[in-house]
Structure formats: structure tokens, C-alpha cells
């Protein structure tokens, strides 16, 4: 079982007893709950939280921006993903960032949060081989299932700056960010794609069978494929910062 410390000194530091009595609530909350994995990140309902500390979920964002310096929260899908920051600066033990780096290879977690989880905790993951494969991003995923082809026009793509990943139902209509909504498209054909009328920029139909994270990885033993990916995503040093 998971060791969960809080600090005792919680009730006295300067930081935390600014806080109101709800953000105090939800950090208890959080920091306590099974539900987090030892890398700190976990998955809950913004309703199971809001019935659990009595908080009302209108009032959830609110709160959540008080407690920012200390978790983070992102709203997928409805799924509430919180991170604790520094759940992991006292456990930094080889063993516990081998853990980290399966978990973050199968967790669907969303890439801002991947990217703040790695920019902090990046270095000190283990460094073997298949360490660059672990921190696939949403649009690598969705690269590698399309195969490095445009799904419009069927181009081979071959860098980065020519890769745009494709909202098929568009999110200012109710489009997800879910896999079997987005595809991988040339710069051209999605700039094409934004001037036509929608029943005839609808080509794509979005996907129904599944492919994610996981599945991702398996492709990428593949030694074509783990190619096509360093050429495309490691083979410039510019890191992950690029807009997506
Ligand atoms: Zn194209």
C-alpha cells in the first residue's frame, strides 16, 4: 500500500494558512486519497469531489485556482485529472521512477500536464533507450496510428512543421479531444479543410475502434515505425514547447 505523508506542520506553514477552509479541505482531500498513484497523479469526478468534501462543483474552479501552486488540475472529457506537484521530492528512488515511467507510458494523461509532470520530473526518470518513447504526446499518438499520413490527401509527412492534428467534429461544436476524433492531417489539407463547407470537409468519418497510449507503444517496436517517429519528433532539438 502507498505511504501517504502530509506534512505536519501543514496547519502552521505560511502558504497554507492563507488558504481558505475549502482549499484546506480539498488539499487534505486530495493529498489523502487513494485514488493518486505515487507519481501524485490521479483521476476523479467533479461530482464524487463535491459530494465527498461538500464543496459545490460550480465552486470547484474556484478553489482549484487557490490551490495551483500546489496541484494541478486539468478537465478532460469530464474526467477531473489532478496532479499533487510535489508528491514525488521525497521519493525519488530508481525503483519509484521506474514505476513513474510505466505509468506515464499508460496513463491517458493530458499533455499539458504530462509536459508540466515532465519539465519537472523529466531528468531524473531512467535514461535507457526507450526512455524518448515514453512521453508520447496526444498528437504523437495520433502520428504514429496514421501512420505518418495525411488521412486527407495521404501524403507522407516527414516533419514536424507539416504535421497538424485534425478535429474532425470541430470543439466549437462538441468535438473531443478523444483519439477517435482527431486525425493527422498536412498543414495544407487543414487549412483546405477550414474553408470548406463542413458537409464537404467531413471526408473523415471519426474512428470507433479504440487506439491509445498503449497501443501506440506497441507500434513503435516496430523498427520502421520507431524511425519514422525519431526522424519526425527527435530529430530536432527545438523540445516540446511547439504549439499543438
Ligand atoms: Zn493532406
Redesign the pocket.
Known amino acids: 500500500m502507498k505511504r501517504i505523508s502530509v506534512n505536519p506542520d501543514f496547519w502552521h506553514q505560511g502558504c497554507f494558512q492563507k488558504l481558505s477552509s475549502q482549499a484546506k479541505l480539498l488539499y487534505l482531500y486530495f493529498k489523502t486519497n487513494s485514488r493518486l498513484n505515487i507519481i501524485g497523479i490521479g483521476q476523479f469526478s467533479p461530482y464524487q469531489v463535491a459530494l465527498d468534501t461538500g464543496i459545490e462543483v460550480n465552486n470547484l474552479d474556484d478553489v482549484f485556482k487557490r490551490l495551483f501552486r500546489e496541484i494541478m488540475f486539468v478537465t478532460e472529457n469530464d474526467v477531473l485529472w489532478v496532479w499533487l506537484r510535489n508528491e514525488l521530492s521525497e521519493y525519488t528512488s530508481p525503483k519509484i521512477m521506474q514505476g513513474a515511467k510505466k505509468l506515464l507510458a499508460t496513463l491517458e494523461i493530458p499533455d499539458e500536464m504530462l509536459d508540466a509532470f515532465l519539465s519537472r520530473y523529466g531528468h531524473l526518470l531512467p535514461s535507457d533507450q526507450s526512455t524518448s518513447t515514453v512521453a508520447l504526446t496526444r498528437r504523437e499518438v495520433v502520428a504514429i496510428r496514421d501512420n505518418f499520413k495525411?488521412q486527407?490527401?495521404g501524403?507522407d509527412i516527414a516533419e514536424k512543421a507539416d504535421m497538424e492534428i485534425d478535429h474532425v467534429v470541430p470543439r466549437a461544436k462538441g468535438g473531443s479531444d478523444a483519439y477517435e476524433n482527431l486525425f493527422l492531417?498536412?498543414r495544407?489539407?487543414n487549412q483546405e479543410k477550414l474553408d470548406l463547407p463542413p458537409e464537404k470537409a467531413a471526408v473523415v468519418k471519426p474512428r470507433t475502434k479504440l487506439f491509445g497510449k498503449a497501443d501506440a507503444l506497441k507500434s513503435l517496436r516496430s523498427s520502421t515505425m520507431l524511425a519514422k517517429y525519431r526522424s519526425v519528433f527527435l530529430s530536432e532539438s527545438e523540445g516540446k514547447s511547439e504549439s499543438r
Open positions: 495525411c486527407y490527401c501524403k492531417s498536412c495544407r489539407c
